[in-house]
Nanobody, 115 residues
């Protein structure tokens, strides 16, 4: 089993920044990718950014140029630096780890951007 623990969410004014972290632990042996998804009230969960073990990162169009995903493989940790935040970025942000044929999820961290 794999456990994911997110941190770094909170309340920020529009234009501000936050940095999310997600630490993975447990049976980690063949990670395909780590990433961040988000779910706003009344909406479906959507991909924010993903960083594969092999290949290029990809971002949702809505966050390109504002958010940066990075990964520390030695610490099994993925980060999401969020700049120039907008009220529409308000959501619960979930960490994801894709390993072999399995997907693992964190419990989520709330990001609220006030206007």
């Amino acid at each position: 089993q794999v456990q994911l623990v997110e941190s770094g969410g909170g309340l920020v004014q529009a234009g501000g920044s936050l940095r999310l972290s997600c630490a993975a632990s447990g049976s980690i042996f063949r990670v395909n990718a780590m990433g961040w998804y988000r779910q706003a009230p009344g909406k479906q969960r959507e991909l924010v950014a993903k960083i594969p073990t092999v290949g290029s990162t990809n971002y949702a169009d809505s966050v390109k140029g504002r958010f940066t995903i990075s990964r520390d493989n030695a610490k099994n940790t993925v980060y999401l630096q969020m700049n120039s935040l907008k009220p529409e970025d308000t959501a619960v942000y979930y960490c994801n780890l894709a390993q072999w044929v399995m997907d693992y999820w964190g419990k989520g961290t709330l990001v609220t951007v006030s206007s």
